[in-house]
């Protein structure tokens, strides 16, 4: 049996302000035609359809014609809500969908059933595991009287994946969106309190294959049948040097699990361009370059140019971001380290804070303890939203 796996769609995201819808339609038809190609079963969907709990009008046709594409040639989907998505608007819907091979995870409520599927090798069970927060799973087994309520996201995982009643005697595919221990971010996705939605990739031993979500950047944690495919398209400049792909997942006999990738090629590429404002404006520059990609620009002028991004707009239509490096901007220590703040969580501050306070690094049952802090600071700030 054979299947496309992708995620983190992020359907109605605007970049820089720049719609990305008429790109996510592109590359979402490549997927159809690459699903064919490969005489895919399935197409897999690790969360995040959209960028927003209450997407758009234009993402949700958007979606609904990617569906209905698959539909039409018989390949069955199999998708999970993520943390950008609302799992109740997700889910809505999710029987009737069934009935086209359309299959939705539902609102966790403490019961995962498997979805069983056969071939030549014999049967197949497929978990969707929607985005799992340790306060959703309190709330569903404070009411069946659990004894011990978790207070992480690994302990959540863990006791959702304990409940399964996976038969290890098959094979298991899981979908989830979640971010797991070792996996390496970028500038475009969101980022959690000191790492608090960690969870350890041991959790997955019983899947054969487990298609994860949430993580921009396509990589294997621990073996590499955990993988996350990334996104179809790059959503920030620290992704302009991956090439964005799709994770195609052969499972023959239990334990014969095959993975590789296809390149997607995008409507429009991200690039970074970097030089004087003369040498960008260049023809000998510009004229092998597909100058409607998207662009950051870098000038390096020592003075600035006077309405830069305007003047270069012109011959880079889809220029998202104009900065400068040059004498003045690298003696500017303190404004960049301010910008490094913005991208460290509050337990990376707390560390440096502690470390340059006391010229040691904090011990474990201290940030054990400041990592639990965080966490009933964060649980309490969104059961107050």
């Known amino acids: 049996m054979k299947f496309l796996h992708i995620s983190d769609l992020h359907l109605g995201k605007r970049v820089y302000e720049f719609s990305m819808a008429e790109d996510q339609e592109y590359i979402l038809s490549q997927i159809v035609s690459i699903a064919e190609k490969e005489q895919a079963d399935a197409v897999i969907i690790a969360g995040d359809i959209y960028d927003k709990p209450v997407p758009s009008v234009e993402a949700v046709q958007i979606f609904d014609r990617f569906l ?23 889910a809505f819907g999710a029987q009737l969908m069934s009935g086209r091979g359309v299959y939705v995870s539902p609102v966790y409520d403490g019961t995962i059933a498997p979805i069983s599927l056969r071939d030549e090798y014999g049967e197949l069970s497929v978990y969707l595991l929607p985005f799992i927060r340790p306060a959703v799973v309190r709330r569903v087994w404070e ?31 899981l979908a989830a969106h979640q971010f797991v221990t070792g996996a390496g971010r970028c500038e475009s996705e969101e980022i959690v309190v000191g790492g608090l939605d960690q969870v ?32 179809p398209l790059k959503y920030s400049f620290s992704e302009a040097e991956q090439e964005k792909s799709v994770t195609v997942v052969e499972c023959r006999e239990k334990g014969q699990t095959y993975v590789c990738t296809v390149p997607l090629h995008p409507l429009h590429d991200m690039r970074v361009i970097r030089g004087t404002y003369l040498e960008l404006t260049a023809r000998s ?67 440096e804070f502690y470390e340059r306070q006391n010229n040691q690094p904090m011990s474990t049952k201290q940030r054990t303890y400041l990592i639990h802090l965080l966490e009933e600071i964060r649980r309490g700030a969104h059961e107050t939203d």
């Open 68 to 90: 209905t594409a698959l539909a039409e040639r018989k390949i069955e989907v199999f998708l999970i809500s993520g943390n950008h998505d609302c799992a109740q608007r997700i």
């Open 285 to 351: 520059f510009y004229q092998d370059m597909d100058t409607k990609d998207y662009i950051k620009a870098v000038l390096t002028d020592e003075e600035d140019i006077p309405d830069g991004i305007r003047k270069l707009r012109i011959l880079y239509p889809n220029l998202l971001q104009l900065s400068y490096d040059n004498s003045r901007t690298r003696q500017e220590q303190l404004i960049e380290a301010a910008e490094e703040v913005e991208h460290k969580s509050e337990l990376e501050l707390f560390e």
């Open 143 to 173: 009411k069946e009287g659990q004894a011990h309520l978790p207070e992480s996201y690994q302990e959540a995982l863990a006791l959702v994946i304990s409940r399964m009643e996976i038969d290890r005697e098959k094979r298991n595919i």
């Open 200 to 231: 350890d990739a041991q959790l997955f031993d019983a899947f054969d294959y487990v298609a994860l979500g949430h993580i921009h950047s396509p990589q294997c944690i621990g073996r590499e049948t955990v993988r996350y495919c990334g996104t």
